[in-house]
């Protein structure tokens, strides 16, 4: 299984980016997807789940700033990032779940790193 996060970098406050995540090794349209982010000396964080009907939930944090999406024909789920802020510079990590037989089977990819800076 693997789980390949692309698209970070460094912008400015108040700029986008648009991070990809394609899964491999799975049957992607039955896996719930997510991001999730790791700041410098914090704990990693929720950032926007969706599930397998497409259902998006977000952090407080960023809601109505970023949106998550997913195309199962391309096995893959996307992050759009608007009015990005100092704050949101951290590393980006996808993650694919699913409950088979009342156990969680999580598979995290890599992460990219995107900071928000002048």
């Known amino acids: 299984v693997q789980l390949q996060a692309s698209g970070g970098g460094l912008v400015q406050p108040g700029g986008s980016l648009r991070l990809s995540c394609s899964a491999s090794?799975?049957?992607?349209?039955?896996?719930?997807m997510g991001w999730y982010r790791q700041a410098p000396g914090k704990q990693r964080e929720l950032v926007a789940v969706?599930?397998?009907?497409?259902?998006?939930n977000y952090a407080d944090s960023v809601k109505g700033r970023f949106t998550i999406s997913r195309d199962n024909a391309k096995n893959t789920i996307y992050l759009q990032m608007d009015s990005l802020e100092p704050e949101d510079t951290a590393v980006y990590y996808c993650?694919?779940?699913?409950?088979?037989?009342?156990?969680?089977?999580?598979?995290w990819g890599q992460g990219t790193l995107v900071t928000v800076s002048s």
């Open positions: 993650r694919a779940e699913r409950t088979i037989l009342g156990r969680n089977q999580v598979y």
């Open positions: 090794g799975i049957i992607f349209s039955i896996y719930g």
């Open positions: 969706i599930s397998t009907g497409s259902t998006a």
